[in-house]
């Protein structure tokens, strides 16, 4: 079992910046790797970014890829996700997810086996 708590989410202006964070716990050792995706209201859960645990390799989705980096810190068991230049369109709650079960870098859902409860992020123009 893995369990993840998000936080760092918030209300910000156009061209503004945050600094999203989700702590892990648990059964660490079976993450292979850490992803963030996002919903806007009415919409699909979209993949925004994911890195892989040990080997710190990272992909990004085509419409945060310049603005937002991922990274992790091994020794607090985060990952982060540095959101800049943000845009009303990057309105959504933000989950972080854990994939335990070997895909490497996915960009889908239905990869990931564990779960955060999300953090809003809010981009006002």
């Known amino acids: 079992q893995v369990q993840l708590v998000e936080s760092g989410g918030g209300l910000v202006q156009a061209g503004g910046s945050l600094r999203l964070s989700c702590a892990a716990s648990?059964?660490?050792?079976?993450?292979?790797?850490m992803g963030w995706f996002r919903q806007a209201p009415g919409k699909e859960r979209e993949f925004v970014a994911a890195?892989?645990?040990?080997?710190?390799?990272?992909y990004y989705g085509h419409s945060v890829k310049g603005r937002f980096t991922v990274s992790r810190d091994n020794a607090k068991n985060t990952v982060y996700l540095q959101v800049n230049s943000l845009k009303p369109e990057d309105t959504a709650v933000y989950y972080c997810a854990a994939d335990t079960l070997g895909h490497s870098g996915s960009y889908y859902v239905t990869e990931y086996d564990y779960w955060g409860q999300g953090t809003q992020v809010t981009v006002s123009s």
């Open positions: 890195i892989n645990w040990s080997g710190g390799s990272t």
């Open positions: 648990g059964s660490i050792f079976s993450i292979n790797t």
